[in-house]
């Protein structure tokens, strides 16, 4: 596959539908192994591609915190199988005391738990885990902010309250910071019950003057300016796109729960693209806001895209030629192999690393105060402002 | 461009109006101050030109405001976006986006503007700010300073003909303010753009304003004038107007250059008496109060202070200055121990800050942050005093008694929200106090604050140094610095660049001299009271 090189300069990273994609591809790809090996590949291969292609923003640390999550996720699935899991034959390990139930159909709680079912959880759970680290590396690589910008302009409203919501979290996180270190300062607990208590009046009342700021800010920017689209081409733009959304889900629905949905929820996702694009050309064109820098789709997103289809296509390849390896077999027990198809197709997906174009550097510069030019060449830029 | 014609505004619920029988004309492309003492109204003065008051505040308007033609009756603020921009007091909270581009885009794009018009703008502002290195970051990464900056691009590349500012300088370092107020005065000369703005340093604005209007509160008729006229009988002033009062210059004198201008006979007075110029007092190194070792301290990739060693003893005040996000604040919480150093040592007679329980830990240090009010969660005043006594087992009333060492007179039944800037900061001081700390650090003291209670921190603090208190005062204010610092640190990209006494580091620093400083130059005259006990005795 020839490589381009991501342009140097003009972009602002790649398009953050472009990184999802991608993602989900991913997930897509291991929801249908049970192979370890191939999980662990989907797994790293994520992982070194934000560890190659993050910024210094504060999501891109999220990653860490979707591994957890997947840990977490693989001890409770195990927990649960010990306790109340299928009893599989096999290698006994340790019996817990049985509780008869009237129906033990499947379920039962305590018994023999052996070594077969346990290792059956645990990939259960891995998997899962792999799929939260795919959306992990979305989130970790595209803006939460820019994606939301990339609503169409009927959704303009709902992608305001998100956006607030979103920017809200990290302020009440460091009002509680705050209202911590307030607390330490005056020789009171910060940790349990009274601390608890004593911390929420302080941290609700800096949220409510936020949110009241924000909107005398947002009103004082102009938000919410008169709309000069008529009501009936609103509600028609909007009932399109709602739809097509709709569709759009129910399409990822389909390519992730194989076989739930006719056509792997391909029909669906095209449908939906139909609608949304057809609600927005309806009523975008109306409405009165503009766009700064609008995210553009060039090569490096059909690149990207494409190398996310690759992996998906290797896979659904290999499940129907019924490749072996592709799950896990624990009768007998024996060490997975690599299949060749799904492995070449996995390294395809590391092409974002080469491909996706750098977002400018946002190394952390000091609180500097920058320095302007000469009087006279500013005095030309003020005048551009009035332009 | 803007017409108040006979305001007068209540807030809901207020027994007396906040303005009465406001009359005031602002014509196009003037730079007009707005000054007075905090609480006098000068918020509420600046919010009515955009109809945030009474649309967003509640309250009622009798009389009427037209900009440029509308009125803010049938304008709500969002209608006038065009027109004015609000730049508030606490930028981050105005923030919608997350980062600076987006931000500087967002007045923009609700007012529809071209997509490639808007790009342009976007870089002029980018440019006119010295915002460019910073276009990319997310807007919560900023430092104090930065988001000042960002805050005003964001309203300025909607280009509005009118500019209304509340505080800009308030956050920012000497050299950062400057920058602000050059571009505004760049904005005002080479655009006709009209600005308001209100400030409490006004060392730093007279000598860019064309007028003044006085707001002197309890609804009290406005004195708008030029500025000179104004100043002369202004209970607020900067120092070097209140140096041309007692010299005698007419006219007065607004900026450093007008004063040098008249201050030659004063100079040659001023010659023989250097010997005159109060002393350092000279500190104990034995009596060390508090001592940083190799202290470093990283943020991620950020470097806040680097191998840092430092001592600190009784009976200093020491200033630490630099520009925003030099690791001021950072030095100060490591002192109080609210976090941990990454490599190095903090200790304070002895123990480790960040060892001691929280409830011993303030009997050994104590911090006034930045935003005094969050130290405050009481219903009262009394209240939070009472509570203040219990919680560290002081004898009751040991709180309230330093209360009115610090600030007599705060009516023991208001909510501490309710009280203005510096009475909040009293109350704060007070029970940060009141376990009597040896070593007592305060985060930019004198943001918000007017000229008399600035006035009543600086001899606040003196009485505790001669006590043998040892005081730390992170602060941006160089007329503070002046009024009440024993010994100067100056840090800069997490090190200390300069440390010394004050007066030899702010008067060999052109970013750093006070205002007299400058004028007397190269005289080490600092502060107005210097030169008036000097001139006195000499009769």
Known sequence: ?387 | MIRFSDVTFTYVGAAAPTLAHVDLLIEEGELCLVVGETGSGKTTLLRAINGLVPHFTGGRLSGEVTVDGRSTRDHPPRELADLVGVVGQNPAATFVTDSVEDELAYTMENLGIAPNAMRRRVEDTLDLLGLHDLRNRTLSTLSGGQQQRVAIGAVLCASPRILVLDEPTSALDPAAAEEVLSSLTRLVHDVGMTVVLAEHRLERVIPFADRVVLVPGLGRPLEVGPTAEIMATSPVAPPIVELAKLAGWTPLPLSVRDARREAGPLRLRLHDKMARVPDAVPHDSRSAVAKVDRLSVNYGSLVALDSVDLEFSKGEVIAVMGRNGSGKSTLLAQLAGLRSPSNGTVSILGQRPTDVPARKLIKLVGLVPQDAGVLLYGETVADECSTADRETGLTPGTTSAMLDRVLAGISRHSHPRDLSEGQRLALALAIILAPAPPLILLDEPTRGLDYPSKARLVSVLQNLASAGDCVVVATHDVELVAQVATRALVLAEGEVVSDGVARDVVCHSPVFAPQVAKVLAPAPWLTVDEIRDVLEVDG
């Open chain 1, 1 to 387: 596959m020839k490589v381009r090189r991501p342009p140097a300069s003009g972009r602002r990273g790649l398009h953050p539908a472009a990184w999802w994609l991608w993602a989900a591809c991913l997930a897509g790809s291991a929801i249908r192994t049970t192979n370890p090996l191939l999980l662990g590949l989907i797994a790293a291969v994520a992982a070194f591609v934000v560890s190659v292609k993050r910024t210094d923003a504060p999501w891109s640390r999220s990653l860490v915190f979707f591994f957890r999550l997947g840990l977490i996720v693989i001890f409770i699935r195990v927990a649960v199988q010990i306790i109340f899991g299928n009893r599989l034959s096999g290698h006994v390990l340790f019996t817990f005391p049985h509780v008869p139930l009237p129906t033990s159909e499947g379920v039962s709680i305590g018994g023999p738990v052996t070594l077969e079912s346990i290792i059956q959880a645990a990939v259960d759970g891995l998997r899962l885990a792999v799929v939260l680290v795919c959306f992990g590396a979305a989130n970790s690589l595209a803006s939460p902010y820019r994606l939301l910008r990339c609503l169409p302009s009927v959704l303009y409203e709902a992608g305001v309250a998100v956006t607030v919501s979103l920017s809200f979290a990290p302020e009440v996180v460091m009002a509680i910071a705050n209202v911590r270190d307030a607390r330490r300062l005056r020789g009171r607990p910060t940790r349990g019950i009274a601390g608890l208590r004593g911390m929420a009046v302080p941290v609700l009342e800096c949220a409510l003057d936020r949110s009241l700021q924000l909107a005398s800010s947002m009103d004082a920017r102009g938000y919410g300016r008169r709309q000069v689209v008529a009501k009936r081409i609103r509600r028609w733009g909007a009932g399109a796109t709602a739809i097509g959304l709709l569709l759009v889900c129910a399409g990822v629905y389909g390519i992730l729960d194989v076989g739930s949905l006719p056509g792997g929820g391909i029909p669906f996702l095209a449908l939906g693209a139909l609608s949304i694009g057809g609600g927005m050309a309806v009523s975008g064109r109306r409405t009165n806001r503009s766009r700064y820098r609008p995210d553009v789709w060039r090569v490096p997103e059909w690149l990207v895209v494409g190398s996310g289809g690759v992996v998906l296509a290797s896979f659904i390849l290999a499940s129907s030629l019924h490749t072996a390896g592709m799950q896990l077999q624990v009768y007998p027990l024996q060490f997975p192999s690599l299949p060749l198809l799904p492995t070449v197709g996995i390294l395809v997906g590391l092409a974002p690393a080469l491909v996706a174009p750098v977002p400018r550097s946002e190394s952390i510069t000091r609180g500097t105060p920058s320095h302007l030019g000469p009087p006279a060449a500013d005095a030309d830029r003020a005048g551009g402002l009035l332009a």
